[in-house]
């Protein structure tokens, strides 16, 4: 599913416009990537939780040249699945 499917999927349920269910999931990830900017996790009860962790420097193999390569040090976001979605994946 893809976010135009989403939107559609949404405006069925609710009886919203797609407009203005495109305007809340928009708001949606805005605020939660603006969180996750700040260093914060952002934990949505019953779906999941965003959580950004630090990877550490370290040395790897460039696959075309063989040389050995430093990665530096950057932030990746990670998702934590709740119970829940875990429990209707796993059915």
Do not use: H, W
Not at 44 to 68: D, H, Q, Y
Request: with cysteine.
């Amino acid at each position: 599913m893809n976010k135009v499917e989403l939107v559609k999927v949404v405006a069925d349920k609710t009886g919203l416009t797609q407009k203005e269910v495109n305007a809340v999931v928009d708001t949606m990830f805005d605020t939660v990537i603006a969180d996750l900017a700040k260093g914060n996790e952002v934990a949505l009860a019953g779906f999941g939780k965003f959580v950004v962790k630090t990877r550490a420097a370290r040395e790897s193999i460039n696959p075309r040249s063989k040389e050995v390569v430093k990665v530096p040090a950057c932030k990746a976001v990670t998702y934590k699945p709740s119970k829940s979605i875990k429990e209707a994946v796993n059915k």
